[in-house]
T-cell receptor, first 115, second 111 residues
Framework: DTAVSQTPKYLVTQMGNDKSIKCEQN?????MYWYKQDSKKFLKIMFS???????INETVPNRFSPKSPDKAHLNLHINSLELGDSAVYFC??????????????FGEGSWLTVV | QQQVKQSPQSLIVQKGGISIINCAYE??????FPWYQQFPGKGPALLIA?????SEKKEGRFTISFNKSAKQFSLHIMDSQPGDSATYFC??????????FGTGTRLQVFP
C-alpha cells in the first residue's frame, strides 16, 4: 500500500494555465509538506501543514496555494503557470513537527512541465 | 542563512569500493542529521540518521561519521553495489524547524 500518494504523476500544461496536484497519506501522520525539486535535483521546502494549520510558508509566489481539507490530505494549486514552475513536486508527511528526528516520508513526485 | 553544503556533486565507484559523501553545516542549532536516498523516478527515502551526541552510526553497509567540532558529517557506503546507484542527500534539522537538504550527490557504482 502506498504511504504517500500524489496525483497526477506527470503533468504537461501551457503557460498561464491553472493546475492542481493532490496528495494523500495513509500513515496517520499529522504533518504534511510540499517540496520542490528543480532540474539540478535541489530539494526545497515550500509549505508545511500540521493538523490542517499552515506552519511553514517559504518565499513561494502567491500563485501557489496549498489547501489541507483534513490532516491526511494536502493539495497544491498553482495559478498562472510559468515556465520556471517546471519541476518535480514532492508531497511528504511526518508525525509531529515541533521536535527533531521525525522521519519524513515522501511521495513519488509529480513531474510538472510548463510549455 | 542556514545551509548544508554537500560534496561531491557526482561520484563514480567500482563495485566493492567505498563511497564517501561529505556534508558541512553552519548552524550549531542543528540537532538531527539524516541521509536520504533517491532512485530515479522515486521520492527520497530515509536511509540512516544521526544525532550530534554520537560520533558514528552504522547500519549494515552504511555508516555516518559525525564531527561536531568541525560541523561536518559524512556517509560511507562500504562494499558499494550497483544497486546503490542513486542520488544521496544529506540534511539537517534545527530544533522545531524545517529539514534543510544538501545539494545532492549522484552516485554511480559500476560492476
Amino acid at each position: 500500500d502506498t504511504a504517500v500518494s500524489q496525483t497526477p504523476k506527470y503533468l504537461v500544461t501551457q503557460m498561464g494555465n491553472d493546475k492542481s496536484i493532490k496528495c494523500e497519506q495513509n500513515l496517520g501522520h499529522d504533518t504534511m509538506y510540499w517540496y520542490k525539486q528543480d532540474s539540478k535535483k535541489f530539494l526545497k521546502i515550500m509549505f508545511s501543514y500540521n493538523n490542517k494549520e499552515l506552519i511553514i510558508n517559504e518565499t513561494v509566489p502567491n500563485r501557489f496555494s496549498p489547501k489541507s481539507p483534513d490532516k491526511a490530505h494536502l493539495n497544491l494549486h498553482i495559478n498562472s503557470l510559468e515556465l520556471g514552475d517546471s519541476a518535480v513536486y514532492f508531497c511528504a508527511s511526518s508525525q509531529g513537527v515541533r521536535s527533531s528526528g521525525n522521519t519524513i516520508y515522501f511521495g513519488e513526485g509529480s513531474w510538472l512541465t510548463v510549455v | 542563512q542556514q545551509q548544508v553544503k554537500q560534496s561531491p556533486q557526482s561520484l563514480i565507484v567500482q563495485k566493492g569500493g567505498i563511497s564517501i559523501i561529505n556534508c558541512a553545516y553552519e548552524n550549531t542549532a542543528f540537532d538531527y542529521f539524516p541521509w536520504y536516498q533517491q532512485f530515479p523516478g522515486k521520492g527520497p527515502a530515509l536511509l540512516i540518521a544521526i544525532r550530534p551526541d554520537v560520533s558514528e552510526k552504522k547500519e549494515g553497509r552504511f555508516t555516518i561519521s559525525f564531527n561536531k567540532s568541525a560541523k561536518q558529517f559524512s556517509l560511507h557506503i562500504m562494499d558499494s553495489q550497483p544497486g546503490d546507484s542513486a542520488t544521496y542527500f544529506c540534511a539537517a534539522r534545527p530544533y522545531t524547524d524545517k529539514l534543510i537538504f544538501g545539494t545532492g550527490t549522484r552516485l554511480q557504482v559500476f560492476p
